[in-house]
């Protein structure tokens, strides 16, 4: 099938079985695939290794991350794979699915990367697609000049040629979670190609399995963390001090905000989590030094 998968897990083992059965079965051996468990505690290598004894399994001593997971098995991965396609351990995929991603890649030389309509486990539409990149209404006409139209596809599944990741030297491993997706396209318009958006594939997604568990201060920090680190790879430090004064008068006054008390419980206990949200937004904010 000339493709090589890589699924990256961390505390994955509801969610893999779904995943690499599917995935198996699509495959039906003609795929390369690869699994990368970031030091997982809950018995997911060990069931991998079990359940699906033909994967490609590598064991981490440690969370080394998603970008840097992805460009350990990158490096192992078949130099005859024209294709790699990056899926999340908590995605199912349906018949067809990697022939159709082939030839779409196949009949577009002009795409660098793809990704294919993300469902959620109900079936409505998961938003998978963007057309702009974080921070965007402070940088207007900054990134104007890349070509196509989709800016980024979510990371949970996407396909791109095995040689350009080589030329861009894989994921960035700065990110450790969150932001790799939307950095590694821009790259890859960067070099005069386009994002993909294939409507006639259908991947399903359960999203967040990773970080169950994690707070939502811990996870909010996170991402903060994350797109801070995209604007300082792809904006210019006037840009970035828009946006930094932006986000951290915002996150002041809302914190301000929530904290005045609704005489209903239910609407006191959706305060608090936006107030959790954004004080975790000032706190993030006023650790970094970016100036």
């Not at 079965?25 to 290794?49: M, P, W």
């Not at 080394?64 to 350990?72: E, P, R, W």
């Not at 995209?230 to 301000?256: G, L, P, V």
């Amino acid at each position: 099938m000339n493709i090589s998968v890589i699924i990256v897990t961390y505390q994955s083992r509801d969610v893999i079985e779904a995943c690499l059965s599917s995935l198996v079965d699509e495959s039906q051996g003609q795929a390369e695939i690869h699994v990368v468990d970031n030091a997982s505690r809950d018995g997911t290598a060990a069931y991998v290794k079990t359940r699906f004894p033909r994967v490609r399994l590598h064991e981490n001593r440690m969370n080394v991350g998603f970008a840097a997971a992805n460009n350990q098995a990158l490096r192992l991965c078949d130099p005859n794979a024209a294709y790699v396609l990056f899926l999340n351990p908590d995605t199912t995929i349906r018949p067809n699915t990697l022939p159709k991603l082939v030839d779409f890649m196949d009949r577009h030389p002009e795409v660098g990367m793809a990704g294919p309509k993300i469902l959620n486990v109900d079936g409505s539409l998961q938003d998978s697609v963007s057309y702009r990149y974080p921070g965007h209404r402070f940088a207007h006409g900054h990134t104007d000049h890349l070509p196509g139209k989709i800016a980024s596809v979510l990371g949970a599944c996407m396909i791109t040629r095995l040689a350009l990741m080589a030329e861009l030297g894989g994921f960035d491993e700065d990110f450790f979670l969150y932001g790799e997706d939307q950095d590694l396209c821009l790259r890859v318009r960067s070099r005069g190609l386009t994002i993909g958006y294939v409507e006639q594939v259908e991947v399903m997604h359960h999203g967040g399995k990773s970080e169950q568990g994690t707070g939502l201060a811990e996870l909010t920090a996170k991402k903060i963390r994350a797109e801070y680190l995209f604007y300082q790879k792809h904006y210019s430090e006037e840009i970035i001090k828009r946006i930094f004064r932006y986000h951290y008068r915002r996150a002041c006054w809302r914190s301000m905000m929530y904290r005045i008390p609704f005489p209903t419980t239910a609407r006191n206990d959706k305060r608090q989590k936006k107030l959790e949200k954004y004080q975790a937004i000032r706190d993030a904010l006023e650790k970094m030094e970016l100036f």
